[in-house]
C-alpha cells in the first residue's frame, strides 16, 4: 500500500519575541491575566521584511534539510495559511521560487488553524494517488497583521510563525496496526459554517475591500473546541482502528492551555503525553501543529516509530485529526 511518510520537519519564528510584560505596555493587560486565562507567555511577531511566505520557505528549507531532500526533488507543495502575501497568487508559489523547487504543483489551503491538517491530508492524498512522490505540507501565518491592537481579548492570543514537514511516498503494509506501517494511518475532518460569527476576521475582497481584523467570541469556541477536538480525536483513532492507550504523543492546535488540558481530561489523556508550546509561541493558527511537533522533535521527545496524533479547530468552524506512525 503506497504511503505518505514524514521524513523531516522544521519550523520559523520571526526575529522579534514579545512577552506579555511588553505587551501590558501597549494594551490594559497584565502578564497574570493572559498567564491565568491563556497559559501564554511569549509569542513572536513579524517585522516588515518576514511574511507568511519567508517564514514558510525558511521553515520548508529546514524540513527538507532534516529529510535529506533536495528541493528539485519535491514535486508538491500545499500551505496553509489564512494570512497570504498577497490575495493571488497562492503564497506557496512564493515559497517554491524562493526554495528554487522548480516546476512543482503548487497552491495554498485556507482552512485559518485546522489549515494545516487540511493541506496534510491534501498532500497525502496526492501522494497515494501518484500525483507526486515527495510533498512539502506548511503551515505559515502572520496573524499580527490582522489583530485589533486596541482589543486585549485577542491581540493577546496570537502569534506569528511558520511550521513545515516533509512527506514521501513508501510502499506499506495495508493493515494499520502493525507496527512497521509508517506514516499517515487516517484523517477525520470536519467544516460546520453555521458558526461563522463565533470567530472571523471582519473584511475580505469581495465584501469590504480591506483585509479586515480578527473578531471573537472567546467564550463559545472554547466550548466547540473542547468538545469538537476530543470528538475528532477519537474518530481518527477508530478510522486507523486503533486506540487511545495506543497515542505516544497527542500534537494539538495551540491555541489556550485551558482547551489543551480539557481536551486531555476529556479523553482520559495523560497530561504528560501532549506537546505544549502555546506559552512560548502563543496561538499561530494553521501555524501551530508543525511548529509543535517540530520543537518535539528536535528535542528528542518525538522519535521514529512514535504513534502521533495531530488535531486542531479554528474559524468557520473547521477542525480535524490525522493519526501518523513516524
Not at 518576514?50 to 532534516?66: D, I, K, M, S
Not at 524562493?98 to 497525502?124: K, N, T, W
Not at 500525483?131 to 506569528?160: H, K, N, P, Y
Not at 504523543?249 to 489543551?260: D, F, K, S, T, Y
Request: charged share 20%; glycine share 10%; with cysteine.
Amino acid at each position: 500500500m503506497r504511503r505518505a511518510v514524514i521524513t523531516g520537519s522544521g519550523s520559523a519564528l520571526p526575529r522579534t519575541r514579545v512577552s506579555n510584560a511588553d505587551l501590558a505596555e501597549r494594551v490594559d493587560t497584565s502578564d497574570e491575566w493572559i498567564v491565568e486565562r491563556t497559559g501564554i507567555r511569549f509569542r513572536h511577531i513579524a517585522e516588515p521584511d518576514e511574511t507568511t511566505a519567508t517564514l514558510g520557505a525558511e521553515a520548508a528549507r529546514r524540513a527538507l534539510e532534516a529529510a535529506g531532500i533536495a528541493p528539485t526533488q519535491v514535486g508538491l507543495i500545499v500551505l496553509a495559511t489564512a494570512t497570504p502575501d498577497q490575495t493571488f497568487p497562492a503564497s506557496a508559489t512564493k515559497v517554491q521560487e524562493m526554495l528554487g523547487a522548480g516546476d512543482c504543483i503548487a497552491f495554498d489551503v485556507a482552512a485559518v488553524c485546522s489549515g494545516f491538517l487540511y493541506a496534510l491530508s491534501v498532500a497525502e492524498s496526492m501522494i497515494r494517488g501518484g500525483a507526486a512522490d515527495t510533498a512539502l505540507v506548511i503551515g505559515s501565518e502572520t496573524f499580527s497583521r490582522i489583530l485589533d491592537w486596541e482589543d486585549r481579548t485577542t491581540c493577546v492570543l496570537f502569534g506569528d510563525g511558520a511550521g513545515a514537514v516533509v512527506l514521501q511516498a513508501e510502499d506499506g503494509p495495508a493493515e494499520n496496526d502493525d507496527a512497521a506501517a509508517r506514516g499517515i494511518l487516517s484523517v477525520a475532518l470536519h467544516a460546520d459554517g453555521r458558526h461563522n460569527q463565533l470567530l472571523y476576521v471582519d473584511g475580505g475582497p469581495s465584501t469590504t475591500g480591506t483585509v479586515g481584523k480578527l473578531r471573537m467570541q472567546g467564550r463559545e469556541v472554547f466550548r466547540h473546541a473542547v468538545t469538537n477536538l476530543s470528538a475528532v480525536l477519537g474518530e481518527a483513532l477508530g478510522k486507523a482502528g486503533l486506540a487511545v492507550s495506543a497515542v505516544d504523543w497527542v500534537v494539538p492546535h495551540q491555541a489556550n492551555r485551558r482547551i489543551l488540558d480539557a481536551t486531555a481530561k476529556k479523553l482520559g489523556l495523560a497530561p504528560e503525553r501532549v506537546i505544549v508550546t502555546v506559552d512560548e509561541h502563543a496561538n499561530t493558527s494553521a501555524a501551530s501543529v508543525p511548529l509543535a511537533f517540530d520543537k518535539a522533535v528536535r528535542d528528542g521527545r518525538i522519535k521514529p516509530g512514535d504513534l502521533c496524533v495531530f488535531e486542531a479547530m479554528g474559524g468557520g468552524f473547521t477542525w480535524g485529526a490525522a493519526v501518523i506512525r513516524l
